[in-house]
C-alpha cells in the first residue's frame, strides 16, 4: 500500500486512463469500440511523455514541454472519451444527438481549454501570450474573420434548423445547384449533386443565399408536368385518360392524389398542368420522366394527338402521332387486325371473313412498362390478345396482397372471365415491358360465338385454366374441387345462359 501511494502521478493518471477506456468498451457495442483507439493513443502519450520527463534536468526546458504535451494528451483523451460515450448509439436512443457542426465547435472549445489549462499547469500564463503582442491579435483577428463569419453562419443555419443533414436543396440559381446535404460542419456545407458530384459551399455563402428546401416542413414535395392538348378534346375527358394512367408510378404519393389543371391558352393548344407529389424529392427526374412515359403511352391510346406549334394544317394532326410513333399500331388496315387475330391459338381455325368484322371493331393499344392493362374489380366487357411484349396476371387476396398467377406471353387471350360471364375483372393484367394490346368489343363477338362453338369451348377452357390457377392460388374458388373437364361444361353452361341460349 505504502509503494502505491509512493507511485508517480503518471502512474495514476495512466491507471485512471486504462480504467476509463475499459469502462466504455464493457458499455459500448462492439461495433463502436474502434472509436476508442483515439483515447487510448492519447493516454499512452501521456504515460510517455511523464516518464520522459525524467530522463532531463529539472531546470531544462525540455521537460516543461514534455509536461505540457503530457497534460494536454491527458485532457484530450478525456474529452475525447466523452464525445465517444455521448454519440454512442445507446445515448442517442434517449437523447436526441447534436448536429455535427455543434458537436464539433464545442469539442475545439474544450480542446482550446485543455490547452490553457496544460499551460497553466507548466507555470505559462495564458493571458501573457495574447496581451505581448497587440499587432499579432490584430492580425489574427483579421485571418479569421472569414472562418468566423462561416462558424457563426453554420450555427445560425443549424439552430433555426432551416437545413439538416439529408435535405434535398436547391442553393443557387445554376442548375447544377441542387443536390442532397450529406454534411455540415463549422466552415462549410456538403452537397451530393444527382449528378454524383460534391459540391462544397461555405456557411457564410449559403448563409446569404436563397435556398429552397424540398425536405421541409415535410418530405412531400409537389411536381408539375405540362402538357398541351388540343383545343378540341374537354378538360373532362383529360382528366379521365390523364389520371388513370398515374395509377401505380413508382414514387407517387397517393395523397393529395394527383390532378389536372387548366393552363394557359396557347396558338396551337390548351396547356394542361398536372400536378403530383412525390416523396424522394431526389428521385424526382426518374419519377417525372415515368409520369411523361405514362402520359404519352396513355395519350396515343385514346388518339389523342399532341399538336405541334406548326401553322400548316397538314402538318398537324396524324402527323404529329407518327412523329411520336404512338398511333402507328391503330392504323393497321382491318385484314391486318384480322391476320393478327388468326395467330392467337384462340382464334385458330375461325372464318377470315368473320375476323375481318371483328377487325372493323378491334382497337391496337400500347402499354408502358408496369402500366396496368386493366384492373381487377373494374367493369369491362372487352376481350384482349397479346400482340407483342410480356404481361403478369396478378389477383389480389383478402389482405389485399398481390398474388402472381402467371406470365402471359404474345399471343395469350385475357379478359374473358368479365367478357363471358357479364361480371367484373377478376384479375389485374400488368404490362412486364411495352405491351401492344389487341382489344376486341363483346357485341363484335355475339354473332361470332353463336355461330362457332369451337371458338366458345376454347375461351372457355383458357377460362377453366385460369380460375383453376386463381383456386390454387388462393383456395377460395368455389368449384376447387370439380375436375376440369366439370368445370369447363359449368362454365360453358352459363355461357350459353348469358348469351340467352
Request: glycine content about 8%; aromatic content about 8%; proline content about 6%.
Amino acid at each position: 500500500m505504502q509503494a502505491l501511494l509512493n507511485a508517480p502521478p503518471a502512474v495514476y493518471g495512466l491507471a485512471i486512463g486504462a480504467l476509463g477506456v475499459l469502462t466504455l468498451a464493457l458499455f459500448l457495442p462492439a461495433r463502436e469500440r474502434r472509436f476508442l483507439r483515439g483515447p487510448l493513443v492519447m493516454f499512452l502519450v501521456y504515460g510517455a511523455a511523464r516518464q520522459s520527463v525524467e530522463l532531463f534536468p529539472p531546470s531544462d526546458f525540455v521537460p516543461k514541454v514534455l509536461r505540457f504535451i503530457g497534460a494536454f494528451a491527458w485532457c484530450a483523451a478525456f474529452i475525447r472519451g466523452l464525445f465517444v460515450l455521448f454519440s454512442s448509439e445507446r445515448i442517442t436512443r434517449l437523447v436526441r444527438p447534436w448536429p455535427k457542426i455543434v458537436r464539433d465547435i464545442v469539442q475545439g472549445v474544450l480542446y482550446v481549454g485543455a490547452g490553457l489549462v496544460s499551460l497553466r499547469a507548466v507555470g505559462v500564463e495564458p493571458g501573457s501570450l495574447l496581451t505581448t503582442s497587440a499587432l499579432l491579435t490584430a492580425v489574427v483577428g483579421l485571418s479569421l474573420q472569414e472562418t468566423l463569419g462561416n462558424l457563426f453562419a453554420g450555427l445560425a443555419l443549424g439552430s433555426q434548423q432551416t437545413i439538416a443533414v439529408g435535405d434535398w436543396v436547391r442553393f443557387g440559381d445554376a442548375p447544377d445547384a441542387f443536390g442532397e446535404i450529406t454534411e455540415i460542419n463549422w466552415r462549410a456545407t456538403h452537397f451530393l449533386t444527382v449528378g454524383r458530384v460534391q459540391v462544397v459551399v461555405p456557411n457564410g455563402v449559403l448563409a446569404r443565399s436563397t435556398v429552397t428546401n424540398y425536405s421541409r416542413p415535410t418530405h412531400l414535395a409537389g411536381i408539375r408536368t405540362e402538357v398541351v392538348l388540343p383545343y378540341s378534346i374537354t378538360p373532362e375527358r383529360v382528366r379521365a385518360v390523364v389520371l388513370p394512367a398515374l395509377r401505380g408510378v413508382d414514387g407517387l404519393a397517393l395523397e393529395p392524389p394527383p390532378s389536372v389543371l387548366v393552363g394557359a391558352f396557347n396558338d396551337y393548344g390548351v396547356a394542361y398542368s398536372v400536378r403530383y407529389f412525390v416523396t424522394e424529392y431526389g428521385r424526382r427526374d426518374s419519377i417525372e420522366s415515368a409520369v411523361r412515359q405514362r402520359l404519352l403511352y396513355a395519350l396515343g391510346r385514346a388518339n389523342i394527338e399532341i399538336p405541334f406549334p406548326f401553322h400548316q394544317v397538314d402538318l398537324v394532326g396524324p402527323a404529329a402521332a407518327k412523329l411520336a410513333g404512338l398511333s402507328a399500331p391503330a392504323a393497321h388496315a382491318v385484314a391486318d387486325v384480322a391476320a393478327r387475330l388468326a395467330r392467337s391459338e384462340v382464334f385458330r381455325g375461325v372464318d377470315r371473313a368473320a375476323l375481318a368484322r371483328l377487325g372493323e371493331s378491334a382497337h391496337v393499344m400500347l402499354y408502358s412498362p408496369g402500366e396496368i392493362v386493366i384492373r381487377q374489380g373494374d367493369p369491362g366487357s372487352e376481350l384482349y390478345v397479346l400482340e407483342r411484349g410480356q404481361a403478369e396476371l396478378v389477383v389480389g387476396n383478402e389482405q389485399g396482397m398481390p398474388v402472381r398467377l402467371e406470365v402471359l406471353d404474345p399471343g395469350a387471350v385475357f379478359g374473358e372471365a368479365a367478357f363471358l360471364t357479364g361480371g367484373r375483372r377478376m384479375a389485374t393484367i400488368v404490362a412486364l415491358s411495352e405491351c401492344e394490346v389487341l382489344s376486341v368489343p363483346k357485341n363484335a363477338f355475339h354473332d361470332l360465338l353463336e355461330k362457332n362453338h369451337a371458338l366458345s369451348e376454347r375461351l372457355t377452357n383458357v377460362l377453366a385454366t385460369r380460375m383453376d390457377l386463381l383456386s390454387q392460388a388462393l383456395n377460395k374458388a368455389a368449384e376447387a374441387g370439380l375436375d376440369e373437364d366439370r368445370r369447363s361444361d359449368m362454365l360453358f353452361e352459363r355461357i350459353r345462359q348469358f348469351f340467352g341460349q
